[in-house]
């Protein structure tokens, strides 16, 4: 975000503080529980939403080098993730060509090949056939070139490994973030690294998680005893732009800053969450990024990856360490928080005795998203 920007959002911020108003949509809107419970509804997210967009399943210093991999998965689909040894980064499904075993079971790791641990069949880091034993005479009517990986479209952008699971998609990752590119950018991702990573099964609707973001309506209530003593009470700002969202969540310190100093950032004052459609979140604090990945299993079961990526620089150091797990530890347990509302959420929409969900003039962010999945859906 460049210079001007940042001074914007903080004006509008310390206006809307001034004149003690929240940041207001146009007016009440409602959200039917359908969308969070039927099984129709969660198939065409994953065949129009998960499968169809790129999907950010691994930050590039996961694989440090020439010939590393790692296991991961995506909307049900067991993949593997590789750098071959020019460095350049693949995905495939975990899955040997001869009777579909599970080709690698390590969760990450260096390899040349992989060996199936059923009948042997190996293949290269590129995903290529290699060898099977006694192939010739099993299999010796086959093409070899044939029988690699199945492969899955991979791109390596903005610091993380991105999936398409869908070949037909055309949704590029540089066409889908060209509306954000120059904040993504400056945000300097690639240069970050993995301190710590936590991963949880929240029983609730995937979107459910996303929404427990965009508003800071909930924050002296739900968080009172964890950040919301910190942050300015219902005041958060946004912005739109192409799928995503960009939210300003104000701090308690802001106001009394200096916003006429050379020296002013806003980050010192304000956490600014991205949330990248459909399921990357970071949020963008002071001296780290919180990047948040959101994997949805069913319409009421969502795995949550929390990953506190902080600069290559900061890692080292006992200090360091100590700083980091701190840091990381309020914000699995604030996260937590937000979890156990969500799935709190889950169960009213499972029990079905209302039909819809209430959205003041101050959280029309959650509606923004939701035009978003609808549009989606609609293409
Ligand atoms: S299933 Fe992999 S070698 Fe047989
Ligand atoms: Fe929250």
């Known amino acids: 975000m460049n210079r001007q920007e940042e001074l914007k959002l903080t004006e509008e911020v310390l206006e809307l503080k001034s004149a003690k108003s929240a940041f207001l949509g146009d007016g009440v809107e409602r959200l039917s529980y359908d969308n969070y419970r039927s099984e129709e509804r969660f198939r065409n997210e994953l065949d129009k939403v998960f499968r169809q967009l790129p999907h950010a399943i691994a930050h590039g210093s996961a694989l440090e080098g020439p010939d590393t991999f790692l ?5 049900g689909v067991p993949l593997l993730i590789t750098r071959d040894s020019d460095g350049v980064p693949h995905a495939f499904v975990n899955t040997c060509r001869h009777r579909g075993m599970q080709l690698v079971a390590e969760q990450s790791g260096c390899a ?45 952008r903005f610091g993380f490994i991105w999936i398409t699971l869908d070949a037909s998609s055309r949704d590029h990752v540089d066409d889908l973030f060209a ?35 965009l508003e800071a309506y909930h924050f ?11 942050f300015e009470n219902n005041l958060s700002t946004f912005q739109v732009f192409g799928d995503h969202i ?37 949020l963008v604090q002071q001296d780290h990024i919180v990047w948040t990945q959101t994997n949805p299993i069913s319409p009421g079961l969502t795995e949550s990856r929390m990953v506190t990526l902080v600069p290559a620089e900061d890692l080292e150091g006992e200090k360091a360490q100590g700083y980091w797990a ?46 978003t999945v609808t549009r989606r859906l609609a293409s």
């Open 326 to 371: 701190k840091n990381h530890h309020i914000t699995c347990t604030t996260l937590g928080e937000d979890s156990s509302v969500a799935e709190g959420i889950q169960r009213s929409i499972n029990a079905g005795f209302d039909q819809t969900m209430i959205l003041g003039r101050f959280e029309s962010a959650l509606g923004a998203f939701n035009d």
């Open 71 to 75: 296991r991961a998965s995506h909307a």
């Open 179 to 213: 509306p954000i590119a120059e904040d993504f950018e400056s945000l300097r991702i690639e240069g970050l690294r993995v301190a710590h990573e936590t991963v949880v099964q929240v029983e609730a609707n995937w979107k459910l998680l996303v929404e427990g973001g």
């Open 112 to 156: 040349k090949r992989f060996t199936c641990p059923y009948h042997a069949w190996s293949y290269g880091t590129d995903g290529g056939f290699l060898t099977a034993p006694h192939f010739d005479q099993g299999f010796g009517e086959l093409d070899k070139a044939e029988l690699g990986l199945k492969s899955v479209s991979c791109v390596e």
């Open 246 to 282: 960009r939210s300003v969540l104000p701090r308690a310190t802001l106001a009394d800053s200096d916003v006429q100093d050379d020296s002013f950032r806003l980050l010192d004052h304000a956490n600014i969450l991205y949330v990248l459609f459909p399921t990357t979140q970071l």
């Open 220 to 230: 002296k209530v739900a968080h009172k005893d964890t950040i919301g003593p910190y």
